[in-house]
């Protein structure tokens, strides 16, 4: 790719902190009670459903100002 070292080296720093939080985030995941890892995996499966675009929209209306 031909890029200057210093943004490789930068860029894999960003990773290596992504993948020490990623494993801490498991960690404290696996030490929670079945029931709340369930919750947390529902609640999880909502919110990558609602990023994907799968949510339904509310109908709202434009409402405008009155000028006084």
Known sequence: MDAASFVIDNLTAQIT???EVAAIMR???A???VAEQ???ES???I???LRA???KLLPLSVVTAKEA
Do not use: I, N, V
Request: charged share 35%.
């Open 17 to 19: 902190s992504y993948e």
């Open 27 to 29: 960690e404290r995941l």
């Open 31 to 33: 030490q929670l009670p």
């Open 38 to 40: 369930a919750e947390l």
């Open 43 to 45: 609640a999880s499966a």
């Open 47 to 49: 919110l990558r459903r």
């Open 53 to 55: 675009g799968e949510q």
